[in-house]
């Protein structure tokens, strides 16, 4: 593609994945309230991507939605009845234009079908005088059939840019500070050049006002980059309703807390977290219609997502109301895979953090869902590399709500740094949890050891030897005890440094992947330093003594 169309394509992308999820959006609307209006709203839209996907060339997509328009103008002549097979096959012409202009579908690979097969299932159904399908559905053969995509594409797409919506009034006051700070940068300048003219007191007042208007201005960008929670959320009405055909249960979405702001990136990294949880809380937590009707609950499960601040931080929860986790089976599981001894009874917060552990399932059979004892321990990794905690609250035949806590921001951190020969680390702070000397003799040599902490063993890791830096220790280390979840454990430092505020760049190349890292950021004197990924640290330093023994 050449240079001068790579911008509009990307423009053309952003636009097209809103046009789409708008579109998504009104056909849940008509297949929920058919009507009219809610028909012409869907006919705007296809007519809009169509017109933009013919400007840019992609062939394939402009006659599938010609043949979808077609389709409901059917509708609109009430040639066709609109049932739930016929409102899957519209949705599926959704996942089928995302597929034929390179953007990534939103919809679970199992739920997909080929844009090909999409396209001759939205014509025959078009050219019949009256709907191929039952009023059931369309039928697992035709909508979750396997075949292989033809469309002819055109040359690859660039990446989609990254965009955002900012009101025109924050730009302005966002100018007016740049231009306030230009003011109070150059009234300091030349305080400092005529230095001997002005008392010390004189000269820190003209930099407290500059740092006051640059602290504005950083909090205006944060606030920028903060968006409403309920865009994420909006994706799932048709997740659970696909997932409702597939398991046949009902199910209805409640959402609560829509207008939450979070971070940009947290509201996109969060996604597939959710997916997990949601997709677990259909499979695992709702029973089927007949067994709530037996226990006397409402055959219509109710499945939650809300939002919510809290203590500086913003807690999603995905909450279910159906048969709650089997502790006996849980148990029995683990007792079964060795990571409980058969004799050894655990409270419930222990028990069932065991459903994060890599590998774990209480499914008896592996179904299109779940399983295969993927997904949660995926959950809680994504959750952590946000700086987040997950946990879960569970009443036997009540439900089950797993909460997610999660900071506002990934750009800004309070962080703790410490000293490695001549290298420096930054800590989360919300991680630390005390700091003190290693006890002497306690020292002994070795990536890791245990020391006594008030008749307690804490287990600890010197991050000399993990990031292998070479040179000999300090006569007297001091250890930055560190915690995350119910896990604490020691780090082994040569110096403590202080807290301050920490501006988060992701790592380089040469550093990502590497165990215990989670980012970089630029000190006051021009140095890099690394800022450490507390839960695989914490992971590495409790390999060295049992949970029994680790406060």
């Known amino acids: 593609m050449k240079p001068e169309l790579e911008k509009v394509h990307a423009v053309f992308l952003t636009e097209t994945e809103e046009q789409l999820v708008s579109l998504e959006q009104e056909l849940l609307a008509l297949e929920s309230c058919p009507g009219s209006e809610s028909l012409r709203a869907v006919f705007r839209t296809v007519h809009t991507l169509k017109g933009g996907m013919a400007v840019m060339g992609y062939s394939a997509a402009v006659e599938l939605a010609h043949t979808l328009e077609e389709l409901l103008t059917r509708l609109e002549a009430g040639v066709l009845v609109l049932h739930s097979g016929l409102g899957t096959l519209l949705l599926q012409s959704v996942d089928a234009l995302r597929e034929l202009v390179g953007l990534r579908p939103v919809t679970e690979p199992d739920l997909r079908l080929p844009a090909s097969d999409v396209h001759s299932l939205l014509a025959s159904t078009a050219a019949a005088s009256r709907p191929v399908t039952s009023a059931s559905g369309v039928g697992a053969a035709e909508l979750h059939g396997g075949g292989e995509a033809s469309c002819e594409l055109p040359e690859t797409p660039p990446a989609r840019e990254r965009t955002l919506r900012v009101g025109l009034d924050r730009l302005d006051r966002m100018l007016d500070l740049t231009g306030e700070i230009a003011i109070a940068r150059g009234r300091l300048t030349a305080m400092l050049s005529q230095a001997h003219r002005y008392t010390p007191q004189q000269l820190l007042e003209a930099h407290r006002e500059a740092d006051g208007l640059y602290l504005d201005l950083q909090e205006l960008v944060m606030k920028v980059r903060m968006v409403p929670i309920g865009r994420t959320f909006q994706t799932f009405t048709r997740t659970v309703r696909d997932l409702c055909l597939t398991t046949s249960k009902r199910a209805r979405l409640e959402v609560c807390g829509q207008d939450v702001e979070v971070d940009t990136t947290v ?18 937590g709702l029973e089927t219609p007949e067994v709530r009707e037996a226990q006397g609950k409402d055959p219509t499960g109710t499945l939650a997502l809300r939002a919510f601040h809290e203590a500086g931080s913003i807690v999603i929860q995905v909450a279910e109301d159906g048969a709650g986790l089997d502790r006996a089976r849980i148990l029995r599981r683990a007792r079964e895979r060795g990571m409980v001894g058969p004799d050894e009874e655990l409270e419930d917060d222990a028990l069932f953090r065991l459903i994060f552990e890599p590998g774990f399932s209480t499914a008896e059979r592996v179904t299109e869902l779940s399983g295969r004892g993927v997904g949660m321990d995926v959950v809680e990794r994504n959750v952590e590399l946000l700086r987040g905690t997950i946990s879960v609250d569970t009443t036997p035949g009540k439900g089950t709500t797993f909460s997610l806590r999660l900071p506002l921001t990934l750009s800004i951190i309070e962080g703790f740094s410490v000293g490695m020969g001549e290298e420096t680390y930054v800590i989360p702070l919300e991680h630390v949890v005390e700091c003190l000397e290693l006890p002497p003799g306690e020292g002994r040599p070795g990536r890791t050891g245990v020391f006594n902490l008030r008749g307690e063993p804490m287990p600890y890791l010197r991050l000399r030897e993990h990031f292998s830096l070479g040179g000999e220790p300090p006569s007297r280390e001091s250890i930055v ?46 140095r890099v330093a690394l800022i450490l990924d507390v839960p695989a640290l914490l992971q590495q330093a409790l390999k060295v003594t049992p949970p029994s023994a680790v406060a």
């Open 267 to 284: 509201a996109e990294l969060i996604r597939d977290p959710l997916t997990h949880l949601v997709r677990n809380a259909m499979d695992h």
């Open 481 to 526: 005890v560190i915690g995350h979840g119910r896990g604490r454990a020691g780090l082994a430092v040569d110096s403590l440094l202080g807290q301050g505020q920490t501006v988060i760049k992701p790592l380089g190349k040469p550093c990502q992947g590497l165990p215990g890292l989670a980012g970089s950021t630029l000190l006051g004197d021009g």
